[in-house]
């Protein structure tokens, strides 16, 4: 299987990060072939909405998105990893999914998805916003959810480390 990796987290060793690093890990021990793109240290110009790409087509900046674009359209499964900023996902990978716009007729089709997600306080409706963006995105481009690894109270770099959310993407990436 072809898997994508986006990450949002803009600390290079962040908790959402290592979330990301386990799942791989798993993955490709299960044989998948992987490849990551981060998402906070890429180059990728938000959409401007020109429609210049027409939902199919070049889109008018040449940036790393190219890298992306690459990789997406094979991809049988998109793994989005992030931590949650007030409420959503980070800018970083918002940026990555909104110029999906580009490319939206090449990947309308079925893929498998998975979410692997953190946030430093520990309620539970404060996943709802997240969890709904990812929900209708899955929904619209008709792509199946695969697991969800949903990480509260991981707010330190590194506090992850001390619970079983590594584990657990590690468990996921090896049974996508």
Known sequence: MKILVLTGSPRENGNSSILASNFIRG???AGHQVVRFDAASSDVHPCIACNSCGMDGPCVFQDDFEMVREHIIPAD????????YYFGI???LKAVIDRFYAINGKIHVPKKAVLLMTYANNSRRDESPILTHYEV???YLGWTDAGRIVAPGVWPVG???STPFPEQAYQLGKQV
Do not use: C, D, G, K
């Not at 499964?77 to 949650?84: N, Q």
């Open 27 to 29: 993955a490709e021990e």
């Open 77 to 84: 499964l998109v793994a989005f990893a992030t931590p949650m």
């Open 90 to 92: 980070s800018t970083q």
């Open 137 to 139: 995105l899955l929904e």
């Open 159 to 161: 506090a992850i480390n």
